[in-house]
């Protein structure tokens, strides 16, 4: 990505559901360019926030509009939608792994299914991903034979494959091994580097703490409200 593209907007977007342990918010207009980093603080009782599902056109908005590079998610037909969520990677808050297949093999999918590279290629890309997040290598067990905090930091690798044009990342540093802040942000810097853009979902200060979440644009869910913050109240 040469040039510094919209990625993601969501234009008055109100996405309401009757649960408390659910996030909702009304009226959230905002935007991610490539190569940047948006910043979403939620409420520390929330367990679940649906912004990945209305970012990668699962879920329709109650009101409003959510555009994928410059493309209205309900516009597009399912070829198309196809083709954009190749170019998304996801952690979200519930672990998402296919029993049948080794963890290497879940973390290529996306790769082997939307491209034409060489599966030798893609293994090399997440090896490489691993070790810059102190990992010694990608397990070729099933997903019930690794440890939950392994397991965790390997779903970071499988998001970040393959360059892609957008990743959400739901509460990553959840159940992770170790300093999982500082590993999964040196993943979230060579992105944005390469001209990735990136959403954090976060209900931790610490994260907001870190040095490279200073130039990310930061917003806030509360009483479903969207809002945006001001950096001297972060």
């Known amino acids: 990505m040469d040039t510094i593209q919209t990625i993601l907007r969501f234009e008055a977007v109100s996405c309401v ?49 959510v555009f994928f590079k410059e493309r209205d998610w309900e516009l597009m037909g399912p070829f198309e939608q196809a083709a954009a969520r190749g170019r998304i990677g996801c952690v979200l808050e519930q672990k998402s792994w296919i029993s049948s297949l080794t963890v290497l093999q879940n973390i290529m999918l996306r790769e082997r299914h939307h491209t034409l590279r060489l599966e030798s290629e893609i293994a090399e890309e997440a090896r490489c991903l691993s070790r810059m997040i102190g990992l010694d290598d990608v397990p070729v067990l099933r997903p019930d034979r690794v440890r939950q905090r392994e397991l965790r930091m390997l779903e970071w690798i499988r998001a970040f494959m393959g360059r892609p044009d957008f990743v959400l990342l739901a ?24 001209g990735t853009a990136v959403m954090w979902i976060s209900d931790r200060p610490d994260v907001w703490r870190q040095p490279l979440m200073q130039a990310a644009d930061h917003y806030e869910i509360k009483a479903e409200r969207w809002l945006p913050l001001e950096r001297e109240h972060i």
């Open 17 to 65: 559901i009757d649960n408390d342990a659910v996030a909702s918010f009304r009226d959230a207009a905002f935007s991610v360019k490539s190569g940047k980093i948006a910043a979403v603080h939620i409420e520390t009782d929330s367990e679940h926030v649906p912004i990945a599902d209305l970012a990668t056109g699962l879920l329709a908005p109650v009101s409003g509009r």
């Open 171 to 194: 509460f990553p540093e959840r159940d992770a091994l170790g300093e999982g802040v500082e590993c999964c942000m040196r993943l979230v810097e060579k992105a944005i580097s390469e």
